[in-house]
């Protein structure tokens, strides 16, 4: 088993308060020491968290591969072959999002992901993609030749929410599980 770090939280800090600090880059030597085997951030479209600088710092500096989390649109491919991450994860993305709220449609988006996919590996790239825990997708996920996947698991965690706490008992319960 391997322990993967994602460092976007300090991303989200920093832009929170408007200010240099913390940076990321802090946060290599600190995950190395506590015994880390990967570093991952997630470079978003609209930059709201993580910088360009600080994906180009993080994967030159590291001494751990970085696993580099973005969405499938050509403009952020271009960025992760001319970066060349150890490993790029695939993710679906939208603006209005917090957080991700669901795996890659891998069935309904082939064209699309076969693309970026056949780019990253030409650049020697290892592929992930974040999909739904579900059995068709994990198919879908082996037929497109990725190295690996990983699994959306909100739902599960949704449900130990509502199972073990007072939230179903309140106006404030998840609508969809």
Same mark, same amino acid.
Request: net charge negative; glycine share 4%.
């Given at each position: 088993?391997?322990?993967?770090?994602?460092?976007?939280?300090?991303?989200?800090?920093?832009?929170?308060?408007?200010? *240099?600090?913390?940076?990321?880059?802090?946060?290599?030597?600190?995950?190395?020491?506590?015994? *880390?085997?990967?570093?991952?951030?997630?470079?978003?479209?609209?930059?709201?968290?993580?910088?360009?600088?600080? *994906?180009?710092?993080?994967? *030159?500096?590291?001494?751990?591969?970085?696993?580099?989390?973005?969405?499938?649109?050509?403009?952020?491919?271009?960025?992760?072959?001319?970066?060349?991450?150890?490993?790029?994860?695939?993710?679906?993305?939208?603006?209005?999002?917090?957080?991700?709220?669901?795996?890659?449609?891998?069935?309904?988006?082939?064209?699309?992901?076969?693309?970026?996919?056949?780019?990253?590996?030409?650049?020697?790239?290892?592929?992930?993609?974040?999909?739904?825990?579900?059995?068709?997708?994990?198919?879908?996920?082996?037929?497109?030749?990725?190295?690996?996947?990983?699994?959306?698991?909100?739902?599960?965690?949704?449900?130990?929410?509502?199972?073990?706490?007072?939230?179903?008992?309140?106006?404030?319960?998840?609508?969809?599980?």
């Amino acid at each position: 088993m391997y322990l993967g770090v994602n460092i976007d939280h300090i991303a989200v800090l920093r832009e929170a308060r408007k200010v *240099a600090d913390p940076d990321p880059l802090d946060a290599l030597s600190i995950c190395k020491r506590a015994g *880390a085997d990967q570093i991952t951030i997630h470079l978003r479209e609209d930059r709201r968290h993580m910088q360009d600088m600080d *994906a180009k710092n993080i994967i *030159a500096l590291s001494t751990l591969p970085v696993n580099l989390e973005c969405a499938t649109e050509p403009s952020m491919i271009d960025i992760a072959c001319e970066l060349r991450p150890h490993r790029v994860t695939l993710v679906p993305e939208k603006r209005e999002e917090v957080t991700t709220e669901g795996g890659l449609a891998v069935t309904g988006e082939q064209p699309k992901l076969k693309e970026a996919i056949k780019r990253l590996h030409a650049q020697e790239i290892e592929v992930s993609l974040f999909i739904d825990p579900t059995l068709e997708a994990v198919k879908a996920s082996l037929d497109l030749g990725v190295e690996w996947i990983e699994f959306h698991t909100g739902k599960y965690a949704n449900v130990y929410a509502m199972l073990y706490t007072n939230l179903s008992k309140t106006h404030h319960t998840i609508p969809e599980l």
